[in-house]
T-cell receptor, first 110, second 116 residues
Framework: RKEVEQDPGPFNVPEGATVAFNCTYSNSASQSFFWYRQDCRKEPKLLMSVYSSGNEDGRFTAQLNRASQYISLLIRDSKLSDSATYLCVVSNTGGFKTIFGAGTRLFVKA | NAGVTQTPKFQVLKTGQSMTLQCAQDMNHEYMSWYRQDPGMGLRLIHYSVGAGITDQGEVPNGYNVSRSTTEDFPLRLLSAAPSQTSVYFC???????????????FGPGTRLLVL
């Protein structure tokens, strides 16, 4: 079993739709959680960190469920520019070893 | 600030050749790392460094060497290239947050390597 698992998609949604991605992790000692965005043939860039209480940044909401060991990303009012691959990232307590999920591909259509 | 820079952008090697992928950052980050990205596999950590003179292995270190003589530079050396090392290589740098955990990672633009 992979340490961090994501549904690879692709998710094909119309503009304005709400879409949600989940990511599960296997190491209960994991401490830090992030969502990164990667455009085609580009480097990953931080979308948002994920905090225990959940957090929101504009149209994006991230949630953490430690009991079930998953994190989620909700995108509201999808834009064409949201089309990208979304990477779930987990790192261990006090550690610098980060594990990336394989990513979920999102296509937003006009 | 240039952020994280990587050279070269593209490289073709023959099996058995060696080469060094360069990575530099100008953000005074103590943490630097190398990843490889293959289709369907996500990014996998090769080696990382938590400061000058300190390096450690990641998930897939075999066939690669690193050193960190300065805060700014973190080169990755392929000792004897193999076709299995065909991949996209990303370098990243980061700081540690107030709790000592990893903060945002800033990635370079990547090096696309083909080993024939």
């Amino acid at each position: 079993r992979k340490e961090v698992e994501q549904d690879p998609g692709p998710f094909n949604v119309p503009e304005g739709a709400t879409v949600a991605f989940n990511c599960t992790y296997s190491n209960s000692a994991s401490q830090s959680f992030f969502w990164y965005r990667q455009d085609c043939r580009k480097e990953p860039k931080l979308l948002m960190s994920v905090y225990s209480s959940g957090n929101e940044d504009g149209r994006f909401t991230a949630q953490l469920n430690r009991a079930s060991q998953y994190i989620s990303l909700l995108i509201r009012d999808s834009k064409l520019s949201d089309s990208a691959t979304y990477l779930c990232v987990v790192s261990n307590t006090g550690g610098f070893k980060t594990i990336f999920g394989a990513g979920t591909r999102l296509f937003v259509k006009a | 600030n240039a952020g994280v820079t990587q050279t070269p952008k593209f490289q073709v090697l023959k099996t058995g050749q060696s080469m060094t992928l360069q990575c530099a950052q100008d953000m005074n980050h103590e943490y630097m790392s190398w990843y490889r990205q293959d289709p369907g596999m996500g990014l996998r950590l090769i080696h990382y460094s938590v400061g000058a003179g300190i390096t450690d292995q990641g998930e897939v270190p075999n066939g690669y060497n690193v050193s960190r003589s300065t805060t700014e530079d973190f080169p990755l050396r392929l000792l004897s290239a193999a076709p299995s090392q065909t991949s996209v290589y990303f370098c990243a740098s980061s700081y540690s947050d107030d709790g000592g955990d990893l903060g945002t990672q800033y990635f370079g633009p990547g090096t696309r390597l083909l080993v024939l």
